[in-house]
Every structure is written in structure tokens, then in C-alpha cells.
């Protein structure tokens, strides 16, 4: 029962470069979000989307851009990473709006930028 | 921009003391979920609330929603060892797709 899988676990770059991380879920949910948990901060939300091809803004978007080209995978990407995007990364997902779901969660993803 | 305040921020505690962590807000909401986070690992829910006055029971934690729906909070009975971790609170309004984050709680139980 893999839930949502991120991918990858660990990553190391330098300012000006770009990455992508991915969100995979098997459980077949609408909802996807993507997440930075910073030290005292909490869970900042950075983008979501409500299906397959839709996606929208949250808290804290700037510098980052997400696709969701297929409803099981939620991309993250940062075209020219900075050193204030260093965080750990979370995807969640969960079934839809209808009653109250609570949104499952990868392990992170910890990205440090130099 | 709707905020979550949660408190205390730390909190370090023999094993056997009973703790309350907080959570509150200036706005309502529709629902309020706890999740517990461990290290490595992505936040796992502990219950939601969604009815003003709202208490649960999940074994050792009584979680309680404010009559207002503005508040919550999370009380530990006897806590243990495996009662450590980061605490979270989530609060979502009606007809929306987001939840708001608290800041964290982050617990410790020694032995």
C-alpha cells in the first residue's frame, strides 16, 4: 500500500538551478497539494489542484510552478532555485470536497539550496 | 490571511504528566483536524472535529472543538514515550479546498 510516494527523498542544489519533484498517489483522490514545512512555520501551502489539468495558487507561491498532466501524479518545479526555497517539501491528497477527508501525506522531500 | 496560532510551541514533559496543547484562530471554521508528525515522516491524522462543542476520545487524547468553532484544543493524559512528535492543527471553511496549518507543537515525553 504505497499511498503517495515523493520522489526524490534528498536533494542538494545550487542557487540558479532547476529541479522537479514528484507526487505520485495510487488511491485515485481528486485533491493534490503541495506543501514547504519550514522551522516554527508549520505547513505552508504552495500550490494546489482540485483535478486532473487544474491547478491553483496557495499561500506561497512565487518561484515555484506545478503541472498535473495525469490525476495520479502532482509536479512541483523551481526553475531557478534560491536559497530561501531551501525547506522540506510535502505532498498531500485526498478524495474531494464532499464531507470531510483528511489529506494523506508523503515522507517529504528535504531539498537544501547553496 | 487567516491564521492558526498554536501553544505552547515546545513543551518537554515527564512520562505519567497529563498536557494541553492549543490552537486558536480570529476566524471560524467548518472543521479542524489534528495530525501528528514524526520525524521523517509525513503528518498523519488524529481526528477531525466539525461541530462547535465537539469533544473526542482516541484513547489517551480528548480533542475538543470550541463552541465558536475559532478554537481547539488537544489534551494527553498520562503521557508516554511514543507520545512524542511534532503536533498540527488544520482548519479548513466551508466550500473550500484548503486547509490552514497551525505552527506546531512539538512534544516530548521522557522516560
Known amino acids: 500500500n504505497a499511498g503517495v510516494t515523493q520522489t526524490p527523498k534528498f536533494r542538494v542544489l545550487k542557487t540558479g538551478q532547476s529541479m522537479t519533484l514528484l507526487c505520485a498517489q495510487d488511491?485515485?483522490?481528486?485533491?493534490m497539494y503541495w506543501y514547504r514545512q519550514d522551522p516554527g512555520m508549520g505547513l505552508r501551502l504552495i500550490h494546489y489542484?482540485?483535478?486532473?489539468?487544474?491547478?491553483a495558487k496557495g499561500e506561497v507561491p512565487d518561484g515555484y510552478n506545478v503541472s498535473r498532466l495525469k490525476k495520479q501524479n502532482f509536479l512541483l518545479g523551481l526553475e531557478s532555485a534560491a536559497p530561501s526555497q531551501t525547506s522540506v517539501y510535502f505532498c498531500?491528497?485526498?478524495?474531494?470536497?464532499?464531507?470531510?477527508?483528511?489529506?494523506?501525506f508523503g515522507d517529504g522531500t528535504r531539498l537544501s539550496i547553496l | 490571511t487567516q491564521l492558526l496560532e498554536q501553544s505552547p510551541q515546545f513543551l518537554s514533559i515527564q512520562e505519567g504528566e497529563n498536557l494541553t496543547v492549543y490552537c486558536n484562530s480570529s476566524?471560524?471554521?467548518?472543521?479542524l483536524q489534528w495530525y501528528r508528525q514524526e520525524p521523517g515522516e509525513g503528518p498523519v491524522l488524529l481526528v477531525t472535529?466539525?461541530?462547535?462543542?465537539e469533544v473526542k476520545k482516541l484513547k489517551r487524547l480528548t480533542f475538543q472543538f470550541g463552541d465558536a468553532r475559532k478554537d481547539s484544543s488537544l489534551h494527553i493524559t498520562a503521557a508516554q514515550p511514543g507520545d512524542t512528535g511534532l503536533y498540527l492543527c488544520?482548519?479548513?471553511?466551508?466550500?473550500?479546498?484548503?486547509?490552514?496549518f497551525g505552527t506546531g507543537t512539538r512534544l516530548k515525553v521522557l522516560a
Open positions: 472535529v466539525v461541530t462547535g462543542g
Open positions: 488511491m485515485n483522490h481528486e485533491y
Open positions: 476566524s471560524v471554521f467548518s472543521s
Open positions: 488544520a482548519a479548513s471553511t466551508s466550500g473550500t479546498y484548503k486547509y490552514i
Open positions: 489542484s482540485v483535478g486532473e489539468g487544474t491547478t
Open positions: 498531500a491528497s485526498r478524495p474531494g470536497l464532499q464531507g470531510v477527508q483528511p489529506q494523506h
